[in-house]
């Protein structure tokens, strides 16, 4: 990685040379946010519901504070600096007064201009306190047509099968291993490693693997690993869904397991489950390096995507999905999005007060921090975040303290928030504009359960004799049978690891991936 980016200089020095002054401005709702993106004035860089972070030309625009005279010089680079309480914001100041200036003190954020050619990479200020503020024009999502007609109010009976694949015990080791590398500080070795292992257990389900590089300001850090499940039917049509990985602390270790192996770890299970079977619409599993020093990776990923015109419905973000503050029994979200992905909200809702009855899931504005929803958000794509409860959240992230046991301490929740991703993005990659509902499964045969250490169930949609053939990735035979009706194959003599299951007669032949544990 480039320590600063060529392609970076070379689009500020083709900026018009009319200087623009960095404006913020507040904002009452989303309505005065939409208004704004309508001046040709304004170049907006940075949206909230309640703020707005621009470049205007040399005009009077209405409520707006001229934070930073002819803006986006080469060695000017901006950050939003979120802070819990005036004691945080002053230490924070004091931490930061010599290699940057303060633009704006707001009531619980700072906006930042700092050299980092000359000083390096800003310290976060807190847990996912830091966003980084880029020269490119921020847009409004267009709404897909899905969302305006869609809603349900009965559970349908495969995604209820794949929730149940869902396993907690594999979520829970995922997040011990990542805990294991100590730290994954994205400048760090072991983010490498983490990063290198994440590629590969992509890679064992089966799904296109792409290691994305981009720029952070100390140099050489983790990539984004990007995977793909690709679409039948609509394949140039996507969902995605994605965590970061990389961890950071401000007292020795960085361990990370709640912030955010926990999150990471639900992207892979669900990747897990949804590697099996063929989706109408694309699929894309995301983990984000760069999200704890200013949301470095997403937003490098996102604002690709918008340059290459990807048709992204929406964006479902993992960040945090093992705490449960000790005494509480009720698994509650805070559902954080900002007005524009007000439909992506309504729809994630819509699916868990249907699939999860019980999961209670409210609106919130986290004032205190940010995470890599904002990203896409910001691209004109429509980003949610699903958060632990705002006001019980684990204490423990970005300390030493933030391990399995102590800080990830409640399995079945993290369960329940990957199971309600799990059925919004299938809902939403199934389903094709004109139809509510999925009335038939995808295949001829269910297979269950999967990944498997013993027997292996297939059940047919009639009783016609059919050939099973398992094969190694090598394409040697390993199993060769035939057999009609409910099916159940003793796996447990196979080695590990990936096999393709044919299913084969005179009217049918579909195959399916196999993982034997």
């Given at each position: 990685m480039k320590?600063i980016?060529?392609?970076?200089?070379?689009?500020i020095l083709?900026l018009?040379?009319?200087?623009?002054?960095l404006?913020?401005?507040?904002?009452e709702?989303?309505?005065d946010?939409?208004?704004?993106?309508e001046?040709?004035?304004?170049?907006i860089?940075?949206?909230?519901d309640?703020f707005?972070?621009?470049?205007?030309?040399?005009?009077?625009?209405?409520?707006?504070?001229?934070i930073?005279e002819?803006?986006?010089?080469v060695?000017?680079s901006?950050?939003?600096?979120?802070?819990n309480?005036?004691?945080?914001?002053?230490?924070?100041?004091d931490?930061?007064?010599?290699r940057?200036?303060?633009?704006?003190?707001g009531d619980?954020?700072?906006v930042?201009k700092?050299?980092e050619?000359?000083?390096?990479?800003?310290?976060p200020?807190?847990?996912?306190?830091?966003v980084g503020l880029?020269?490119?024009?921020?847009?409004?999502?267009?709404i897909?047509?899905?969302f305006?007609?869609?809603?349900?109010s009965?559970p349908?009976?495969?995604?209820?099968e794949l929730?149940?694949?869902?396993d907690?015990s594999?979520?829970?080791?995922?997040?011990?291993?990542m805990?294991?590398?100590?730290t994954?500080?994205?400048?760090?070795?072991?983010?490498?490693?983490a990063?290198?292992w994440?590629?590969?257990?992509?890679?064992?389900l089966?799904l296109d693997?792409e290691?994305?590089d981009?720029?952070?300001?100390?140099g050489p850090a983790?990539d984004?690993?990007?995977?793909?499940?690709?679409g039948?039917?609509?394949?140039?049509?996507?969902?995605?869904l994605?965590?970061?990985y990389?961890?950071?602390s401000?007292?020795?270790?960085?361990p990370?397991?709640?912030?955010?192996?926990s999150g990471?770890?639900?992207v892979?299970?669900?990747?897990r489950?949804?590697?099996?079977?063929?989706?109408?619409?694309s699929?894309?599993f995301?983990?984000f390096s760069?999200?704890?020093?200013?949301?470095?990776?997403?937003?490098?990923?996102?604002?690709r995507c918008?340059?290459?015109g990807?048709?992204?419905?929406?964006?479902?973000?993992?960040?945090?999905?093992g705490?449960?503050?000790?005494?509480?029994?009720t698994?509650?979200?805070?559902?954080?999005y900002?007005g524009s992905?007000?439909?992506?909200?309504?729809?994630?809702t819509n699916?868990?007060?249907v699939?999860?009855?019980?999961?209670?899931?409210?609106?919130?504005?986290?004032?205190g921090?940010?995470?890599?929803?904002?990203a896409?958000?910001?691209?004109?794509y429509?980003?949610?975040?699903p958060?632990e409860?705002?006001?019980?959240y684990?204490?423990?992230i970005h300390?030493?303290?933030?391990i399995?046991?102590?800080?990830?301490?409640?399995?079945n929740?993290?369960?329940?928030f990957t199971q309600?991703?799990?059925a919004s993005v299938v809902?939403?990659a199934v389903i094709?504009e004109?139809?509510i509902?999925i009335n038939?499964p995808?295949?001829?045969?269910?297979?269950?359960?999967?990944?498997?250490?013993?027997?292996?169930s297939?059940v047919?949609?009639?009783d016609?004799?059919?050939r099973i053939?398992?094969?190694?990735?090598?394409?040697r035979?390993?199993y060769?049978s035939?057999a009609?009706g409910n099916?159940?194959?003793?796996?447990s003599?196979l080695k590990?690891g990936l096999?393709?299951?044919s299913?084969e007669?005179?009217?049918?032949?579909?195959?399916h991936?196999?993982v034997?544990?």
């Amino acid at each position: 990685m480039k320590k600063i980016s060529t392609l970076f200089f070379a689009a500020i020095l083709s900026l018009n040379l009319m200087a623009s002054d960095l404006v913020i401005i507040k904002t009452e709702n989303f309505n005065d946010v939409r208004i704004l993106f309508e001046s040709e004035n304004l170049k907006i860089h940075f949206f909230r519901d309640d703020f707005v972070i621009a470049t205007a030309e040399k005009s009077y625009i209405p409520n707006s504070i001229i934070i930073d005279e002819n803006a986006w010089s080469v060695d000017a680079s901006y950050y939003i600096a979120y802070v819990n309480t005036e004691e945080h914001k002053n230490a924070y100041k004091d931490e930061v007064n010599n290699r940057a200036e303060i633009l704006f003190d707001g009531d619980y954020f700072l906006v930042i201009k700092t050299d980092e050619i000359k000083y390096g990479q800003l310290p976060p200020s807190k847990n996912d306190g830091m966003v980084g503020l880029f020269d490119i024009a921020a847009k409004l999502p267009e709404i897909h047509p899905f969302f305006k007609s869609y809603s349900i109010s009965d559970p349908d009976a495969f995604i209820l099968e794949l929730m149940d694949e869902v396993d907690g015990s594999l979520i829970t080791a995922n997040v011990q291993h990542m805990q294991y590398y100590v730290t994954r500080n994205a400048y760090s070795p072991q983010s490498v490693e983490a990063q290198i292992w994440l590629q590969q257990e992509f890679e064992f389900l089966g799904l296109d693997v792409e290691v994305m590089d981009f720029s952070m300001p100390n140099g050489p850090a983790s990539d984004n690993v990007i995977a793909t499940l690709v679409g039948t039917t609509y394949p140039e049509e996507y969902v995605v869904l994605g965590a970061h990985y990389d961890s950071i602390s401000r007292n020795g270790d960085a361990p990370g397991a709640d912030d955010n192996a926990s999150g990471t770890a639900a992207v892979l299970e669900i990747a897990r489950i949804l590697s099996q079977y063929d989706f109408e619409r694309s699929i894309i599993f995301c983990a984000f390096s760069g999200e704890e020093y200013g949301l470095f990776g997403s937003k490098a990923y996102a604002n690709r995507c918008a340059q290459q015109g990807m048709n992204i419905l929406g964006y479902f973000n993992l960040d945090m999905i093992g705490y449960l503050k000790p005494g509480n029994t009720t698994v509650k979200s805070s559902l954080i999005y900002p007005g524009s992905a007000a439909p992506l909200a309504d729809f994630y809702t819509n699916i868990t007060s249907v699939y999860l009855p019980d999961f209670v899931v409210t609106p919130a504005s986290f004032s205190g921090g940010d995470s890599d929803h904002t990203a896409f958000n910001i691209n004109g794509y429509m980003g949610i975040f699903p958060f632990e409860d705002i006001n019980n959240y684990s204490p423990y992230i970005h300390t030493y303290n933030d391990i399995v046991g102590l800080s990830y301490n409640n399995e079945n929740q993290a369960v329940i928030f990957t199971q309600a991703v799990l059925a919004s993005v299938v809902t939403m990659a199934v389903i094709g504009e004109s139809v509510i509902g999925i009335n038939e499964p995808m295949y001829h045969s269910r297979i269950f359960p999967n990944p498997s250490n013993g027997n292996l169930s297939i059940v047919l949609n009639d009783d016609k004799n059919v050939r099973i053939i398992i094969s190694d990735m090598s394409g040697r035979v390993v199993y060769n049978s035939i057999a009609a009706g409910n099916i159940v194959i003793d796996v447990s003599g196979l080695k590990s690891g990936l096999y393709i299951l044919s299913i084969e007669n005179d009217t049918l032949k579909e195959s399916h991936k196999i993982v034997v544990l």
